[in-house]
């Protein structure tokens, strides 16, 4: 089948332009800058998409999403949160180990796979959990398959935190894939608690306002420099998970003189930290609480410069769904994480008709730095022989997000009531429609992603 999308503004490869594109199958077959209105015509066997007054996109690559599938799936499976990235424009995901039980030997992630293969409404890969115990496993991950090892320094779900400084150790020194890793430091996360606990005399909860002081900029810097000076010292390649305050940044270097697939440190932004700060606690309370915690308004103005200067290399979501239930409680009980892969792309958007930077950064991080980053076979990029993942978004939409416009199987989102002006209209994986106008299509599948080595 054959598919045209003419009369379109391309933004791709910084540059935006009207011009259209044509796709055959899974694949681009052509990218025509300027009027190509003679493509048109009545054959029945091709299918012609009028994008004028619309912006098409590549796809959105996430690469930190947490799916919940298996063990999780009362809040989210692979099913529900897929269909959710089809509606945001996000063609393809990683997939984070912390689920029940964690993605920590090969039959497991093995497993992951199967799943996805039968349910995920856009292309997908899953990261492989490091531990204390499983070191010598990580030799064994085909390079093509799986896009890296997820190390986590600060509390999470089973035994995945690496609390062991021998074992920390061996994983930088001997993991063959990008070691991709969430920094905060647990020690100091946990003496902070334990002051909390003193000044409000043995309290087991504190409002959601101190999430940000427990798990403090303190704990993030430390970890992030401890994860630097690992990779610098074993030569190990390491990307710095959801980067979440100005002082992490410190620890990067602007390196544009070699491909970012070379490049030994890199590092992501997620939506959350760009979009909230602690002054919105006060309105939005647990529904805003991730790890690591959002930050003030000083930080978050220093990670969107950062986006724009080329500081930071990749924005995702850290799409992390939890029931409304299990958000009551505080800066202790309340479950950290939140539903956003629907809105990054939106938000992005709305980012960047504040000034924050030009729309061409947009999928410079979203789609073209995640595929150079992990290699990723042939996406990424509107290109002649590249596959067709892209999106189609309205710049005049003017919609207010409410119950019914959001797909998560968790049923919220801290975006709710919020008006966007941007506004996903079509999503296509692989040549296919996968999303239209409010509908995700049945009967969609998407790809296993493959890594070049």
Request: aromatic residues 8%.
């Amino acid at each position: 089948m054959k598919t045209v999308i003419y009369n379109a503004t391309i933004v791709n490869e910084g540059r935006t332009f009207v011009g259209s594109v044509i796709i055959e199958d899974e694949f681009i077959t052509d990218v025509i800058e300027g009027d190509a209105s003679e493509l048109v015509d009545d054959n029945q066997e091709q299918i012609f998409i009028d994008a004028n007054g619309l912006y098409l996109f590549p796809g959105v690559i996430d690469d930190h999403v947490h799916f919940r599938e298996p063990g999780l799936t009362h809040k989210a499976d692979i099913e529900s949160e897929s269909r959710t990235a089809a509606a945001g424009g996000v063609t393809s995901y990683m997939e984070m180990p912390n689920t029940k039980p964690p993605t920590t030997t090969l039959e497991l992630l093995e497993e992951k796979y199967e799943l996805a293969r039968s349910k995920s409404r856009v292309n997908y890969s899953f990261l492989f959990g490091a531990t204390n115990d499983n070191v010598d496993v990580l030799k064994e991950l085909d390079p093509r398959r799986v896009p890296g090892v997820k190390v986590f320094m600060g509390s999470s779900t089973g035994n995945l935190l690496v609390d062991d400084d021998d074992a920390m150790k061996r994983i930088f020194e001997s993991s063959p894939l990008r070691i991709v890793a969430h920094c905060e430091d647990d020690k100091i996360i946990q003496e902070n608690i334990q002051q909390f606990k003193k000044k409000y005399k043995g309290q087991n909860d504190f409002p959601v306002r101190y999430h940000s002081r427990i798990r403090s900029v303190e704990a993030c810097y430390e970890a992030s420099k401890r994860a630097v000076d690992l990779a610098k010292a074993t030569g190990a390649r390491l990307h710095i998970a959801h980067l979440s305050s100005a002082r992490e940044l410190e620890l990067l270097e602007k390196t544009q003189d070699i491909p970012l697939s070379q490049k030994q440190i890199t590092s992501e932004a997620c939506i959350a930290h760009l979009m909230f700060t602690t002054e919105d606690y006060d309105k939005l309370g647990t529904k805003i609480k991730c790890n690591p915690s959002v930050k003030t308004i000083e930080d978050r103005s220093a990670l969107r410069d950062a986006l724009r200067d080329g500081l930071i290399d990749v924005v995702a979501t850290d799409h992390a769904p939890h029931l409304l239930n299990e958000k009551v409680g505080g800066a202790l009980q309340a479950m950290s994480g939140m539903p956003m892969i629907q809105f990054s792309l939106v938000s992005m958007l709305e980012m960047c008709d504040s000034g924050c930077f030009p729309i061409e950064r947009i999928p410079q991080l979203m789609s073209h730095n995640p595929a150079d980053l992990y290699k990723i076979d042939r996406r990424g990029y509107i290109r002649k022989g590249y596959y067709a993942d892209l999106v189609l978004v309205d710049p005049n939409a003017n919609w207010q997000v409410a119950e019914g416009r959001y797909y998560t199987k968790c049923e919220w989102t801290p975006m709710d009531e919020r008006t966007f002006k941007w506004k996903v209209v079509r999503t296509l994986v692989n040549g296919i429609t996968a999303y239209l106008d409010g509908i995700v299509i049945d009967g969609i599948r998407g790809k296993e992603l493959v890594f070049e080595c």
